[in-house]
């Protein structure tokens, strides 16, 4: 039911208008990320893929035990869990998969450190950063597919952009959260020893936030983690394809097997980040 006394606001025309012109001004800046993107995820995959998942499956356990501080149980896990998904002929999806998850959270912390620090040094940029901030985490993530597709078309480069703003925000709070937090103590300590910004950063604030900044990044890797299914839906290739697949189908047996082989890989991801973040922080 239309209002005639206030006339509807053109939004809907604005964003479109808006998107079709950044689409067009910049496509000289997509072009490349979406090709070297390409290049890179496809590289990453094809090289986990060459790899014998023994070896594979036997290293994850190697260095699980010894980064839980040669406890068992992850070794174990790991290796249970990652041959169930080889067990049921998941392996190239799973390395598909597991390729997106390094690509988007690379990218996520490269980026999410940095603006990190810059909010940490700055109070108008954390009053600028943190409502923007909020929107990225409040807006649902089926939104961030829509850009996506427009700026990158059909594929995994998509589904990795969608899977950056998604889980860039932990990296992004937490770092800052972390060296606000360095007691300033040591800061006052530092300025007395006549040390540079930057040396104050790399050697004071950075070390001393390194377990709060390792807790954002595990969250920020458990997010992109959790955008393969939806990721799955533009085209990127793994677990969360065979997952729409098999809801399409109603293949309840290989929605099953693609979700579980899902959570095996949350859980093992989740607790290595966990254990490193432990022994960074003790």
């Not at 990158?152 to 606000?180: D, E, H, K, Q, Y």
């Amino acid at each position: 039911m239309s209002n005639t006394l206030l006339p509807m606001i053109p939004v809907k025309t604005w964003v479109d208008q808006s998107v079709e012109w950044i689409t067009d001004t910049f496509e000289f800046v997509f072009d490349p990320i979406k090709n070297n993107l390409d290049t890179f995820i496809e590289f990453l995959s094809e090289t986990l893929q060459v790899i014998n998942p023994w070896i594979f499956i036997a290293v994850v356990a190697i260095i699980a035990f010894f980064v839980t501080g040669k406890r068992i149980g992850l070794a174990a896990f790991s290796i249970v869990g990652l041959w169930f998904i080889l067990n049921q002929e998941m392996w190239e999806q799973l390395m598909d998969t597991f390729s997106l998850v390094i690509t988007a959270s690379l990218i996520s912390v490269i980026i999410g450190v940095p603006f990190g620090i810059w909010m940490a040094k700055s109070n108008i940029v954390q009053a600028i950063l943190t409502p923007i901030l909020d929107f990225m985490q409040t807006m649902p993530a089926f939104v961030y597919l829509i850009p996506a597709v427009a700026f990158f078309g059909i594929g995994m480069v998509p589904g990795v952009f969608a899977s950056v703003i998604f889980a860039v925000p932990p990296t992004v709070r937490f770092t800052n959260l972390g060296i606000r937090q360095v007691s300033t103590e040591l800061i006052e300590a530092a300025d007395a020893f006549g040390t540079t910004g930057i040396q104050k950063l790399f050697k004071v604030q950075l070390p001393m936030a390194k377990k709060t900044i390792m807790a954002g990044i595990n969250q920020t890797v458990m997010l992109a983690l959790s955008m393969v299914v939806i990721a799955s839906m533009i085209g990127a290739e793994g677990l969360g394809k065979e997952v729409i697949t098999a809801l399409q189908r109603n293949d309840v047996g290989l929605g099953f097997v693609a979700g579980v082989s899902i959570v095996i890989l949350a859980i093992v991801i989740d607790r290595f980040t966990q254990s490193l973040n432990t022994q960074k922080g003790e």
